[in-house]
């Protein structure tokens, strides 16, 4: 079941660029979510241009298998994001809308989960960190059943074994352990000031949920299967493309220089 885990007792190299990516954007969502507590659209669409513009230049320094993901991220997630939260209700932000910010937001929260895959820390104690999360989630998760939580959470115990489905049988491991990180992270603090919150009752499950719940990183490793896993055909399907313009520009290019003749 660990086959998709990095090798043990291997020298990965640390790079200082996976952990600013990673200290950046958990600074920037602690900043965003706290900033939009209280705030109004006015200042949700400012907190989105800086979201934009700050993607923009973390981008800059990745390859293009990863923008592409990046991009394929934020089109998934979006289209999830209106569809769970104004259309289904599953979730409600404070003006019933989705902020501006989210859409760069998603694409910051999955290049860090990216960025934190693939640095020395993570690939070096693969197995611990996954030892953690996986204790530490089911802790979270048998909370939410016990009766003892002030509300319910029977989605996020779901949720949970969905999220130990792709930890062990999914490709990309390390990808869905810094997931849990980076969005347990956001989570707590957009529920605990109130950015947004999750209905007690799933509208699709009908079964209690928390606010957030448990397995909640479930969700995102859902966006990043479909990034990684969308990304090769985008790009062998823009090549594609590529090589067709360029050949009928040949193809043009002799047909006039026979004309020419």
């Known amino acids: 079941m660990l086959r998709h885990f990095p090798h043990v007792n ?38 989105g241009a800086c979201g934009w513009i700050f993607l923009v230049c973390l981008l800059y320094g990745e390859n293009k298998e990863v923008r592409t993901q990046v991009i394929i991220a934020i089109l998934f997630a979006t289209v999830g994001e209106h569809f769970a939260s104004p259309f289904m209700g599953g979730y409600t932000y404070r003006f019933h809308n989705v902020p501006f910010y989210v859409p760069p937001g998603h694409g910051m929260v999955y290049l860090t989960a990216v960025a934190l895959a693939r640095s020395g820390l ?30 319910g959470d029977s989605v996020g115990a779901l949720l949970y074994c969905v999220f130990l489905g792709y930890l062990f049988k999914g490709r990309s491991p390390m990808v869905y352990l810094a997931a849990f990180f980076i969005t347990t992270w956001l989570e707590l603090i957009g529920t605990a000031v109130g950015t947004w919150k999750w209905a007690m009752i799933d509208p699709v499950l009908n079964l209690p949920q928390g606010n957030p719940p ?11 299967a479909v990034a990684i896993g969308g990304a090769p055909a985008v790009l062998k399907l823009f090549q594609q493309l590529k090589d067709r313009v ?3 520009k040949i193809r043009k290019e002799a047909y006039q220089g026979v004309e020419n003749e």
């Open 214 to 224: 448990s397995g909640v990183a479930a969700w995102y490793c859902l966006v990043d």
């Open 10 to 47: 291997t020298p990965y190299t640390h790079k200082k660029r996976d952990y600013f990516i990673a200290a950046f954007t958990f600074f920037c969502v602690a900043v965003c979510l706290l900033s939009d507590a209280n705030g109004s659209l006015t200042k949700q669409y400012f907190l």
């Open 246 to 248: 360029e050949l009928a």
């Open 122 to 151: 993570f690939l070096r104690h693969a197995r611990a960190i996954a030892a953690f999360v996986v204790i530490v989630c089911g802790l979270w998760s048998i909370w939410g059943i016990s009766g003892l939580a002030a509300q």
